[in-house]
């Protein structure tokens, strides 16, 4: 059974920083690309940034600048370095990978979500 467990979330004042993780653990042969996204209150879910098995990056136009995503294969573990926080950056966020697992006895690629972690921009 593949886990995806974040941590790093907390309360922070505006320009502050947090930095989150996002561990992958079970059956894993392999993970193709990895990201986060968010959820903030009364808002759909969108996506914050994503980095593939090579280190390619992509940002939202909102983060850019201010958000840094990295990788370690090694670890399996995914970051997400957030600094110059904004209110408006106060979401649920949570970690997403492409991953190869065996699934009902078979090896195939899926889609997996962690649980979530809050961030909170407040003074």
């Known amino acids: 059974q593949v886990q995806l467990v974040e941590s790093g979330g907390g309360l922070v004042q505006p320009g502050g920083s947090l930095r989150l993780s996002c561990a992958a653990s079970?059956?894993?042969?392999?993970?193709?690309?990895m990201g986060w996204y968010r959820q903030g209150p009364e808002k759909q879910r969108e996506l914050v940034s994503t980095i593939t098995t090579d280190g390619n990056t992509n940002y939202a136009d909102s983060v850019k600048g201010r958000f840094t995503i990295s990788r370690d294969n090694a670890k399996k573990t995914v970051y997400l370095q957030m600094n110059s926080l904004r209110p408006e950056d106060t979401a649920v966020y949570y970690c997403?990978?492409?991953?190869?697992?065996?699934?009902?006895?078979?090896?195939?690629?899926?889609?997996?979500w962690g649980q979530g972690t809050q961030v909170t921009v407040s003074s």
């Open positions: 079970g059956s894993i042969l392999g993970i193709n690309d």
């Open positions: 997403n990978a492409a991953i190869f697992t065996k699934v009902d006895g078979r090896w195939r690629w899926g889609d997996y």
